[in-house]
């Protein structure tokens, strides 16, 4: 354990034992430096470990804090499950039937895929259309052989450079969402029967394209809070010819891990030692609960062996489908890829964002999202915490609207989620992360939408469920 | 030879020789009827032929009219395909070649596989987008699991009811464009090293996907006027184990041959003997010249195997990347591939053009769309007749905005292709039209942008340049 993690966890035993209590003030880095004759930066990286962990958070101009819901009763998570052989995924007919049966508007949305669309300036939107269709020239009506609207493109690299990466105009293709930039990345990289690793759990949307691709699965652990185990990956990668790697570095989807910067740059150094391409699907990047922004993995890459993968679905337009990838060195193949399947995505979408970029005030937006989002995960965590059995355990991400719960094993999840639909509360059961269908005892809950005493009661309704098991 | 088609060709020669002249009024239906003692319904079909033959036209409430450029020094192309071994299609770099040096926005258009942006609804459509918008539900905004935009595949049910295609909600999926739809459906009846039956020439596109895919073309001959040879396809699906046919029944692209309604009953017929699902891809559907729009062959499936693919792109929004699939019996299958892609085509488009088929007028801007298309051939096939080499063969067809030229054997059509790039003219040569890039003296010429000088001038230029070979 390095120093920085050291500091951090006793930090985050003061925090549990209830000698920093929630909403109260630690150490500034000055005062800690002194005080445990560590340097600051020492200090700063512990910080940056709790933040991430959710432990603690920063405010502007006057400090770090404890989180309100930081000193909770239940446990974390730990890894639950062990590396198996590369396997076929068949998960896809589950995830189908799960998914379907979310689309009654009248459950409490705990299952769902996307935050509440309230969450999202559509209004500010609509006139960014307006004036993006108004500015288009004809001509750029035309979709032709582009990589995508060339401001929208101007404004992404932008971000990119605030976030400290130079980005080549020419990286950048422009895609139907994230999922679509996530499909092609795979097929520019593989053949059917190729071995791909990937987090387990995962996000099913994964499982299914493999599935659908022919690719095999290798699974690699991830801890709920640190993220995926680099050991065991690069044990994997010495022995099996893995052709590239599908992971969430940052608020991975479902468990809300993060790595370190530092396992960041150790997982690209597995990548570069052993020349396999990664997809990292980063959709989740604008939702982080700290104040500083993560750094992706694509920062380290100088070899163009990142496909890093953004979207605006989950942070501002879900509908719009517009994502785009940073292809590293295989975006000229993912542009022609695109062309050869959908051509191009829609330009006014293309234009209302672009437009929304640049007058609409997105900082502001997010900096609101992130505030809700993280109360709602408060309220979610203390809900939990009434009403859940004892025994379960629960992650407490540093961003994003998902919690993971690990039930007693007793509870079987496929179970409780058809019996809590019969209530009228959706939620992820555990198996559609898995390409093996494991975690039948696990779950995924949303927190994306608005926290109501109509949230209360399904949570209530869901503890009293689970005590029937 | 059906009496029809005799009674057709006498009219054809009678026109060719100038008997029938330019704008003159022919024999109406009674008259011809009563006159060469046949049944109007011969009459009739023999006038629909002629009109497919773009040799005449109807006009409403005053009868069939000789059409201005019907009389022409130039012939028409024959079949000039032999049928070869499935072959392994290795166009796409080509293709990209040519694709990419038509990005040249000062360059005159002939290549280009869009009409004029100018000549769409864009600020009608812009109105229709801002009152879209507006109606949406934030719910409806959240691109989930949904088959598209219910308002648009309400309006899209509604236009195949009116062509007397009843077609349940339920078999139509949005997708992005008709390129989504036709690669879906091929993923859903295919794996990598399948034979697909393809017209020969071709849709370029059409190879690169199969290409993709992995896929063997099986290269059917297509005749310039009576489409794809029947006799040619059935000896094939007799001897190969063909799994999907990939056809366009009205307008092919390049050769804008269309099928009569006997041989797409015929075409059917063979599908469901040869029990082979077939991708009709119907993305000039709109774009007819007559007065009588096409039946596709999706008419005839009464076991739905036929996945009809249709489009906006061509017709009313090109940049909106807006399609769909009827899919027959594969619905389900594409949907939910769909939903591993792309997920979702953009919403707000979808509610553009829901709105925009509701209200704002897309029958009179077809009229009007035709009208122009219409004219803006007769004069490139006039400036063709004024500046081609004795011994080029031109297209005539029915709708749409390309002509195929079949120049004499000794032009080149990828140098001439550069030549006229050099000096400021597009072209789609031959070759890209040919899994096994054949046509190499001919070439797709576009009508698409309205006719001005330049136009003529570049004809001209173009008719120098095939003097040099």
């Keep these: 354990m390095k120093r920085y993690e050291q500091f951090a966890d006793e930090i985050a035993t003061l925090i549990r034992q209830g000698v920093l209590a929630p909403g109260e003030r630690i150490p500034s880095v000055r005062q800690a430096s002194r005080h445990y004759g560590i340097s600051p930066s020492t200090v700063f990286q512990a910080y940056y470990l709790l933040e991430n962990q959710g432990l603690i958070r920063a405010r502007a101009r006057s400090g770090y804090f404890v989180r309100e819901h930081a000193r909770r009763l239940m446990d974390e998570p730990g890894v639950s499950i062990q590396p198996a052989d590369p396997a076929e995924v068949e998960v896809s007919e589950l995830v189908f039937s799960v998914l379907d049966s979310l689309q ?51 404004q992404i690299a932008l971000r990119y450079m605030l976030g400290g990466i130079q980005l080549p105009m020419d990286e950048l293709v422009i895609t139907n969402g994230a999922m679509e930039a996530l499909n092609l990345g795979l097929q520019c990289v593989t053949r059917p029967g190729d071995l791909v690793a990937i987090e387990a759990p995962a996000f099913y949307a994964s499982l299914q394209v493999l599935e659908r691709l022919e690719l095999k699965a290798v699974e690699i652990p991830v801890h709920p809070r640190e993220g995926i185990d680099l050991d065991i990956l690069e044990a994997r990668l010495a022995k099996l010819p893995i052709k590239a790697c599908w992971f969430m570095s940052h608020l991975q989807n479902p468990l809300g891990a993060s790595l370190s910067e530092e396992r960041k740059a150790d997982l690209y150094g597995l990548l570069k030692r052993y020349r396999v391409p990664m997809l990292e699907d980063d959709v989740y990047a604008e939702l982080y609960f700290g104040s500083t922004p993560p750094t992706p993995v694509k920062w380290f890459d100088d070899e163009g062996l990142v496909m890093h993968c953004g979207s605006f679905s989950k942070c501002l337009a879900p509908g719009y489908r517009v994502g785009w990838v940073a292809g590293g060195r295989y975006a000229p193949a993912l542009s022609r890829l695109k062309l050869m399947t959908t051509i191009s995505p829609s330009i006014p979408a293309q234009a209302a964002i672009a437009d929304y970029l640049q007058h609409g005030g997105y900082d502001r937006h997010l900096r609101k999202l992130r505030h809700a989002l993280e109360a709602q995960q408060a309220a979610m965590l203390a809900a939990a915490d009434r009403h859940f059995p004892a025994g379960t355990r629960l992650t407490r991400p540093g961003g994003g609207y998902f919690l993971w719960v690990e039930f007693p094993e007793r509870v079987d999840s496929l ?26 005892h696990c779950a995924r809950l949303s927190h994306g939408h608005p926290w109501t005493a109509r949230s209360e009661r399904a949570m209530e309704t869901l503890g009293q469920l689970l005590a029937s098991f």
């Design 104 to 154: 009654d508007a009248s459950t409490v949305p705990f299952g769902s895929a996307f935050p509440s669309p309230e969450l999202f300036p559509l209004s500010r939107l609509a006139s960014s259309m307006a004036r993006g269709l108004r500015e288009l020239s004809p001509r750029e009506v035309i979709a032709d052989m582009t990589t995508g609207h060339p401001d929208l493109r101007r």
């Design 415 to 440: 179970r409780l989620f058809r019996m809590a639909l019969d209530q009228g509360v959706s939620l992820a059961p555990g198996p559609i992360f898995s390409a093996t269908q494991g975690f039948r």
